[in-house]
Structures are given as structure tokens and as C-alpha cells.
Nanobody
Framework: QVQLVESGGGLVQPGGSLRLSCAAS????????MGWFRQAPGKERELVAS???????NYADSVKGRFTISRDNAKNTVYLQMISLKPEDAAVYLC??????????????WGKGTLVTVSS
């Protein structure tokens, strides 16, 4: 099993910055990819940024150029650096871990999320 704990959310003014962290613990057999999703009230969960199995990155069009996903493998931690935040970025941000090979292929794990509020 994999446990994910997000941190770093909070209240920020429009144009401000935040860095989210997702610490992973535990293990499960198989290659994995990790990423960040967000869900605003009344809206569906959407992908924000993720790593691909090959190590490249994907971003939602709405955050390209403003958000950067990175990771520290030694710390089993994934980060999301967010700059130039907009009110529409406000949401609960959730960390995702997906197994992409082996007998558990397709298995997904989620953190509980961290709230980002963008308001003046």
C-alpha cells in the first residue's frame, strides 16, 4: 500500500505563489507515475500536472507556464510549484500515485488533499 500526504496549501493573494508537497510512503510492486489533481467545489476533479512513465511531464493548459511539477526521489516527495496564482486556481489539490506495470497495473492511490485559496 502507498500513503500520500500533501502539504503546503493555504491562502494566497492573486499573483502570489505556493509550493505544494506530497510525501509518499509504503510501497507496491510495479512502476508508478505521480501527479497532482485538483477539485473545486461543484466541479470535477481535473489533472493539473503529472509525470509520465518516461519521466517527462504533462500540464493542464490552464497552468502551463505557471506551475511546475518536480520530485525528489531520495525523499519520495513530489512538489508542485505554483506562481502567478489566479482565483480560478482555488481548489483542493490532491496527490495521485498510479501503478503502471505489473500485477497491480492501474491501481491508484490518493492523498486527502490540501486546500489552496486564492483571494484578495
Amino acid at each position: 500500500q502507498v500513503q500520500l500526504v500533501e502539504s503546503g496549501g493555504g491562502l494566497v493573494q492573486p499573483g502570489g505563489s505556493l509550493r505544494l508537497s506530497c510525501a509518499a510512503s509504503g510501497s507496491i510492486f510495479g512502476a508508478n507515475v505521480m501527479g497532482w489533481f485538483r477539485q473545486a467545489p461543484g466541479k470535477e476533479r481535473e489533472l493539473v500536472a503529472s509525470f509520465t512513465r518516461g519521466g517527462s511531464t504533462n500540464y493542464a493548459d490552464s497552468v502551463k507556464g505557471r506551475f511546475t511539477i518536480s520530485r525528489d526521489n531520495a525523499k519520495n516527495t513530489v512538489y508542485l510549484q505554483m506562481i502567478s496564482l489566479k482565483p480560478e486556481d482555488a481548489a483542493v489539490y490532491l496527490c495521485n500515485y498510479e501503478v503502471v506495470s505489473g500485477p497491480y497495473n492501474g491501481r491508484k492511490f490518493w492523498g486527502k488533499g490540501t486546500l489552496v485559496t486564492v483571494s484578495s
